[in-house]
């Protein structure tokens, strides 16, 4: 997949050329669960730019999840990141709220071609969590200490949890 529209000729085909520079599909219904950033570019920020197959993509998942789609160039640049020296620009994002919607997402991924790619903290120092694939941040919703029980040194939790919440619970209740 090319990260820009095809260019036959010199004159832009497929998305751009359809819609004329505008988002069409998803992004023009306003899908409920697209969130701010994506909603608000129509508003006077910088035109989005996205791909046709990524259109697709985020459309499908969009219909599919009840947490957060964001494929617009402002998600699609901060999870470009992690705390590597790496930066490779994602597909799009998806912030789950349950474990329905990463079933969900990775049905809808694989029905695309494209690579699932999940993401707790993004402290990785090796590129782990950038690449072109969704990516699914567990930090935003999934991140509840389910059961934590200090005699057996166990606990379950969602996948979001990062280690500083888990001390800090394990402090609270001793
Ligand atoms: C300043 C600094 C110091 C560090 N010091 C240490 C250290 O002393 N010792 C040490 O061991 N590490 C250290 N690290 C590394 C860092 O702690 C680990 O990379 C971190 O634990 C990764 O967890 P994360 O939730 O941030 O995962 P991410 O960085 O978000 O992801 C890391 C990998 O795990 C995968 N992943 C994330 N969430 C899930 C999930 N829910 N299900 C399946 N796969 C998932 C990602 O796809 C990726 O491949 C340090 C990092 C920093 C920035």
Excluded: K
Excluded at 8 to 18: E, F, I
Excluded at 50 to 78: K, M, N, Q, S
């Amino acid at each position: 997949m090319t990260s820009r529209p095809a260019r036959a000729g010199g004159r832009l085909t497929g998305w751009a050329a359809r819609g004329g520079g505008r988002l069409t599909g998803w992004a023009a219904r306003g899908g409920g669960r697209l969130t701010g950033r994506t909603a608000h570019r129509g508003g006077g920020g910088a035109s989005p730019v996205i791909e046709p197959e990524v259109a697709a993509l985020a459309d499908a998942l969009a219909r599919a999840v009840e947490g957060d789609v964001e494929f617009d160039d402002y998600a699609r640049h901060l999870y470009s990141r992690d705390a590597s020296m790496y930066s490779i620009r994602p597909r799009g994002v998806v912030a789950p709220r349950h474990a329905e919607d990463v079933v969900a997402a990775v049905r809808v991924a694989a029905e695309h071609g494209v690579a699932v790619l999940p993401r707790g903290a993004g402290t990785s120092l090796a590129g782990q969590t950038v690449g072109d694939a969704v990516v699914l941040d567990f930090s935003r919703y999934m991140c509840a200490i389910l059961e934590l029980d200090a005699a057996t040194r166990t606990a379950r939790v969602q996948p979001g949890v990062v280690q500083d919440q888990l001390n800090g619970r394990r402090q609270r209740t001793s």
